[in-house]
């Protein structure tokens, strides 16, 4: 750039410099959100909701405070950054969107509480909460009888389906099947050992996984199963025991504040996860940063969506995203899931043509989202989403490397027969 | 189960295992002593142990990132100053809250109960806003991570010897400040006839507040231990308190020795039943087994008097 | 065995009436349903709080684990609920139709024995009462007999509210687990979720309040409060005097944990489900707050204290979610060191005697006597 401008102001530069100039005055051209050219209230809105000529309200439903603080801080904050994005472009149907925010508190029936709230009082066009199933399952009858509409980002263990819930995080199936498989194909590994803690997703999980080792896998056993107390934090025991039968895969589905104590024990133990395999559902970007890199480096992880992946859009996603929270934040599985939500919602909604609940539920199945950071999904008609499923190598500084990806979208099966 | 493997093995394993259930020991000595000296000596339940301890963890980990970028060639010590700043933090808190709540609260413990509950609330939210609601990862020095060899199949977590050291130097350091200084003269003779030893000249007030921000400092330092094996959050210090509380009950809160009985007994009892069963029955039978023999023997294992 | 001659005295009959007034007429005619709903489910804590007054109040026994008996009396509740929910013909997509969803995805095929009795509503009823008094006898029996009292009991309570809390989660397959028992919807046929029967419900449950409001005060006057009374000031004069300090303590803890159990049924009527979450430590301790703020010492203050408690934690989580925490934990600190008494300690101190003042003004002028003979209500704090 420098002997450019040595040449005096001729040359490239110069042209350069004198487009940019001209380019200002063309700015006050772009155009610039405006609200309120949509269709009219009354053909949109047959339901009373809180719709307005140019506004519309959706309600956030996450924990702001309490143990899962932690883990639904970045779903509030993909959210937010999609409805900003939403609105940048000109809204809804030409509606702004208005968020609600709530606090669920970690307490599931505030969270039922809460989600009354939003939508007997607030009448909000659809609501984007919850993490933990059990948060879930307490709004669950709340949306059915007062027929809301909610995004829910967090992969779960399936086992249900509801016209008023679009499940935009991964269920069991999407999860283990892939990376089970993949693991017996690239390590050759016929012996797992099966952890998680104690309560019904990992339960779950491990049932699946078992009936598919067992089932599918060719000459596979489940070796050892264990499940501990949410939020403890001593499991030198079962380190000892892992270690006596030397497992070909340590399968864990360790949960929460559980995790970090866990694979710092398990690095002091001596378990060098470059050489033992470890394949894990339940930790992403985010658990990784209280863990620390190096305490987990080596692990494998099977998600849908990691922060290093290769395209454009994921690329845009993650310096928007880095831009609105800061520099040094991570995101999650869960994070981009909730991000997909008001997105998927906004596509449902024009593709409806109305923000009445019923046609939204209607107009669901087959919704496609081209812009989602992990590439493509589409919504099923069980209100689950296609998916890819990934497998990634946790490394140092707290990143996935992709390591296997599936060629085709996999699809959701909340109820799978066979694996129950 | 023990049929597949030689003898070797099997020694190795229960090598192990006997490691494993000192190292829990060592954890619930480290938790607990803090909490038996305040409760014990003085009778005040401290529901806020847990976050001090927290408190501890984090200064740990505000001082793993000071080192990390100022003093860098030092990091692999940074542990040793980690835990002398937490002991000051934790223990200047302790003596502040002694100044401004506990005092007032001597003749009712159980009033102390909820207002350390209350405090407990108030620190946990502090943690959140300033320290933010995620868990922060403390970085450990290299030499602290991974284990050593004793034999090809046995294999000790230096961190786990660690935590066994200092519990043992804790243990001895508090025990010797109690029993053979002066000022531990002075701690009992307040416990035992609060008037008389004000009579004889005794400054009843600033002892307990020292004692106070001993037990708080010892539960800072167990927490900056624990940041190598566990985690640290606003809410982490929930997950210790229940234990601990247990711990120093068992026991028989009158005495130091019967609180580390009483961690043996519940730690050796714990790692068992977790080799043979599965972690959630080990930890169910273990409670169950405590309050069982608590409800035969209410006053723990090493009471002096009963306790009202 | 009355000693006072009169059940409430004038400033209990005024509150009485007030809190009846706004319970029944106010409150009813002033809020929509959705919030009238918040209400009931504030009451249910009530339940726990008068409980308390009995027996922390007056008996001086703190139980930290009156989640454990909330949640005996809920589950009670909830497994009949659910039972009538997971008919055959509800749950034909099931492997095995006729038992709970979270029985059927944890493989269970059958409905286990101790589900059984849940299908007979008097079974239930029965159970709401007895189940909580039996445990409460048992672990009362075990404690006071051995004059463990004070914060040892209290740190065992604890315990027990942790111990069930883990055996609830870890047997998802017979009690769902953490995420609790849900999606309940008809008692008897009658479908507890429309408006009309949470309207219902509400009334149901204050005349069922202040049966338990009558009970305690009834407890009160009695000699056995008397005692309470002693027992909490004086232990062992109590007991020199013969009198088994046990057996009271046993007793009063027997009859929190009923009024917990029923508190805590109410609760799965209203809400619609039950969890753990209802039988830990902290919402244990919660609990003992609201009976703190309202008054140890006072059965209405217990209910006005889980009213305002609670309202405040509504309205002030909605705008100020970090705020609430430092608001919550200062009124715990406050309460103890301040105002030990609670708002009937405030009430009894600041304004009653203004307005005893007033009415002695206004009697003298007419120079008639209206003695009191009331129990003491405001007795020192412990």
Known sequence: MSDETKQGLQSPFRRKLLAGMAALPALSLLPRPSFGAGPATSAVNTTGLAVTDTEVTVGILHSVTGTMAISETGSVEAEKLAIEQINAMGGVLGRKIKFIQEDGASDWPTFAEKAKKLLVNDKCASVMGCWTSASRKAVLPVFEQYNGMLYYPTFYEGLEQSKNVIYTGQEATQQIIAGLDWVQKTKGAKTFYLLGSDYIWPRTSNKIARKHIEGHLKESKVVGEEYFPLGSTQFNSVINKIKLTKPDVIYA?????????????????????????????????????????????????????????DNTNNKEFVSAFKKMWGEKTVIGDVTQAAYLGPWLWKLTVEKAGSFDIDKVAAASPGVEFKGAPEGYVRIHDNHHLWSKTRVGKAKLDGQYELVYETADLVEPDPFPKGYQ | MFGDYSIGDLGAIFAMQGFAGLILFSVYVLMALGLAIIFGQMGVINMAHGEFMILGAYVTWMTSNAFQHFLPALFPGYFFVAMILAFIASGSLGMLVEWGLIR??????LDTLLATWGLSLILQQAYRSIFGAREVGVE??????????????IQIPINGMFVMALTLLITIGVSYVLFWSRWGRQVRAVVQNRAMAGAVGINTEKVDRYTFGLGCGIAGVAGSAFTMIGSTGPTAGQLYIVDTFLVVVFGGAASLLGTIASAFTISQTQSTLEFFLSGSMAKVITLLAIVGILMMRPQGL??????K | MIINSRFFNRSELIGFVTLALLLFVILPLCLDIFRLNLVAKYLTYAFVAIGLVLCWGYGGILSLGQGVFFGLGGYCMAMYLKLEASSVANTKIQSTPGIPDFMDWNQITQLPLFWKPFHSFSLTLLAIILVPAFFSFIIGAAMFK?????????????????IMTILIVGQQGYTGGINGITDLRTLQGWDIRTDHAKFILYFVEVVLLFGCIIVAQFIRLTKLGRILVAMREQEDRVRFSGYSVANFKIFA??????????????????????????????????MVIYTAVGGRMSIFGAVWGSLLVNFAKTSLSESFPQLWLFGLGALFIAVVLAFPNGLSGIWADYVQPRIDRLLASRKSKFGKGWSDNSVADGAPAE
């Not at chain 2, 007032?104 to 413990?109: E, Q, S």
């Not at chain 3, 803890?253 to 009024?259: G, L, R």
Request: aromatic content about 12%; glycine content about 10%; some cysteine.
């Open chain 1, 253 to 309: 589905i360790i949960v929460g504040g559980s995790n970090v104590a866990f694979y710092k024990q398990l690095k002091a133990a001596g378990i060098d996860l470059s050489k033992q395999t470890l394949l894990t559902i339940s930790v992403t970007e985010d658990e990784i940063d209280g863990i620390g890199g190096e305490n987990i480096a080596g692990a494998f992880a099977c998600m849908k969506y990691f922060q290093s992946l």
């Open chain 2, 140 to 153: 450990l020095p290299e030499w602290m991570m991974g284990s050593v060899s004793a034999s090809d199949a």
């Open chain 3, 253 to 286: 803890f027997c009859a929190a944990a009923i009024f917990a159990a029923i508190g805590g049924a109410m609760f799965t009527l209203e809400v619609g489900f039950m969890s753990p979450s209802f039988v830990g430590i902290v919402p244990s301790i919660e």
């Open chain 2, 302 to 307: 090493f009471a002096l008097k009963v306790r």
């Open chain 3, 146 to 162: 051995r004059r463990v009292g004070g914060t040892y009991f209290a740190i065992i309570t604890q315990a027990i509210a942790a």
């Open chain 2, 104 to 109: 007032h609260l001597y003749k009712r413990p």
